[in-house]
C-alpha cells in the first residue's frame, strides 16, 4: 500500500489533483482518529482532519520523498490539533508536571485511589468514557498516547511525528498510561 | 508492595511497549509470581492498553473524502518547476542575478528614453513634448533630451535638442524659419535660430534614433 500511496504522490506533484483522492480515502481514518482522540468532538475533529489533508496537499513540495508520508502527514494533523487546543483551553492542568519535578504531576499530591461514583460510571458508555480520559490528558500525553494507538507506529516514529528525542516518547507514554490506569481501573 | 517497585513498574511499561529483553522479561514474571500487588497493577495496565486501542466508531464520515478533495485549491500546475528551483539553489541564483541585471539594464534604458530638461522652472512636461508657455522667459541655455520643443514665450539663451524635435505653435513637426522664431524667442534670436538648423540638421540624419550631443554651438 505505502508504494501505491507513494505513485499517487507523485503524480499529485505532477498536476494531478485528483490523484489525492487515493491518499485521502487510505489515511482518512487515521487521521480522523488522531483528531478525534485529541479534542473529543466529531464536528471539530472533522474540521481538523479535513483541514490537515488540506494542508498536505497544498504543502506537498516540501514533502521528501524519501520519507514516510503517514509520518509526515500524522505530524501536520497533531501540529493543528495541539494548535487549537492550545488556542482554546486554560494553560493549567491537574495533570501538567509540577515544575522541578521530573514526571511528578498533581495527581501525586492528591489521593490516589479515590473511586468514581459507580452509578456515574454505569452512566457513562463505555467507549464515551474512554474517551472522556483521554480527552482530559494534558496535551503532551494525548498525543503520544493517542499515536501509540493508532498502531503501526513505532516508538521511533512516533518521536518523529512530534520531534522528540525517543526517550521523552517513552517518558510521556508511561506517565500517560499511569494516569489512565488509575482513570479507568474501576470500569 | 516491596521497594522494587519502581523498577518492576518501568519493566510493565517497557513490556507494553514492546521493548524487554529476554532478562528483563524473566525478572518480570519472577516478580509478578511473588507480587500479587504487582500483579494487580500490571493487569490494570494491560487493560488500560486494551481499552485505549479500541478504534471502533471512530471513523471518518463517510463525505469525508469527497469533502475535502472539493476543498482543495484548484491548480497545481506551478508545482513542478518550483519544485526544480529547489533542488537547483545554484542555478536558481544564478537565474536570479541574470534576471536583476537584466531588468537593470533595461530600466537605465528607459531612463535614457525620457524626457529630461536642463531648466524646470516655468517649464511644462506633457506627453513628451517640452512647452515653454507663452508667459515664460527662461533664463540661460535650455537642452531638452528625448522630447519635443515647443516654444510660445521666451528663451534667452541657446536650445539645444536632443533626440527631440522642435514643434511649432501651431504645426506640429516642422521646424519653423527664422523669422517665424522672432515671435518666440526675444533677444538671441540669430544665436537660437542656428542651433535649430543644426539640431533639424542631425534630425534628419538620425531620425527616431538615440544619440546625444555633447558639442556646444558657438557664435558663428
Known amino acids: 500500500m ?16 485528483q490523484a489525492f483522492e487515493d491518499v485521502v480515502s487510505f489515511y482518512q481514518n487515521k487521521v480522523y482518529f488522531i483528531c478525534f482522540r485529541m479534542v473529543g468532538n466529531k464536528q471539530e475533529a472533522e474540521d481538523l482532519a479535513q483541514e490537515a489533508f488540506i494542508r498536505a496537499f497544498t504543502n506537498l513540495e516540501s514533502f521528501d520523498e524519501r520519507r514516510k508520508f503517514s509520518t509526515w502527514l500524522y505530524r501536520i494533523a497533531t501540529n493543528l490539533t495541539i494548535d487549537r487546543i492550545r488556542k482554546k483551553k486554560p494553560d493549567y492542568y491537574i495533570d501538567a508536571e509540577i515544575k522541578g519535578t521530573e514526571g511528578l504531576d498533581m495527581h501525586d499530591q492528591l489521593a490516589t485511589d479515590e473511586a468514581l461514583p459507580e452509578e456515574q460510571v454505569e452512566n457513562l458508555e463505555l467507549r ?9 490528558l494534558p496535551p503532551k500525553y494525548r498525543s503520544v498516547i493517542v499515536l501509540r494507538f493508532l498502531e503501526e507506529l513505532s516508538l521511533q516514529e512516533i518521536s518523529e511525528v512530534l520531534d522528540m528525542p525517543v526517550g521523552t516518547v517513552k517518558t510521556r507514554i508511561h506517565r500517560g498510561r499511569e494516569i489512565l490506569r488509575k482513570k479507568l481501573r474501576h470500569v | ?53 479500541d478504534k471502533s466508531g471512530v471513523t471518518a464520515p463517510a463525505s469525508f473524502t469527497d469533502s475535502v478533495m472539493s476543498q482543495l485549491p484548484e491548480e497545481k500546475k506551478r508545482a513542478p518547476w518550483l519544485g526544480w528551483f529547489r533542488h537547483h539553489p545554484l542555478v536558481s541564483a544564478a537565474a536570479v542575478f541574470m534576471l536583476l ?8 534604458w528607459n531612463q535614457d528614453q525620457q524626457v529630461t ?3 524646470q522652472e516655468g517649464v511644462v512636461i506633457e506627453d513628451g513634448t517640452v512647452v515653454v508657455p ?34 511649432d505653435g501651431d504645426t506640429t513637426g516642422t521646424v519653423p524659419e527664422g523669422e517665424n522664431l522672432q515671435a518666440y524667442v526675444s533677444g538671441e534670436l540669430n544665436y537660437v535660430n542656428q542651433v535649430f538648423e543644426w539640431v533639424w540638421y542631425h534630425m534628419k540624419n538620425f531620425a527616431g534614433e538615440v544619440f546625444s550631443i555633447q558639442e556646444k554651438e558657438s557664435p558663428e
Do not use: P, W
Not at chain 2, 138 to 165: Q, W
Open chain 2, 134 to 167: 507663452e508667459d515664460v522667459t527662461v533664463e540661460g541655455d535650455l537642452v531638452v533630451r528625448n522630447g519635443d520643443l515647443k516654444i510660445e514665450g521666451h528663451i534667452d539663451g541657446d536650445v539645444t535638442l536632443i533626440n527631440g524635435r522642435f514643434l
Open chain 1, 2 to 17: 505505502e508504494t501505491i500511496i507513494a505513485e499517487r504522490i507523485k503524480e499529485v506533484k505532477k498536476g494531478n489533483t
Open chain 1, 128 to 136: 464515551g468514557y474512554i474517551q472522556t480520559e483521554i480527552t482530559a
Open chain 2, 1 to 53: 508492595m516491596m521497594n522494587c517497585e519502581q523498577d518492576i513498574i518501568y519493566l510493565m511499561h517497557k513490556y507494553l511497549d514492546e521493548a524487554l529483553t529476554d532478562e528483563e522479561q524473566r525478572i518480570l514474571s519472577n516478580h509478578l509470581q511473588k507480587c500479587e500487588g504487582c500483579q494487580k497493577r500490571f493487569h490494570e495496565l494491560k487493560r488500560t492498553d486494551t481499552l485505549i486501542a
Open chain 2, 101 to 108: 541585471m537584466i531588468s537593470g539594464i533595461f530600466s537605465a
Open chain 2, 117 to 119: 530638461v536642463s531648466k
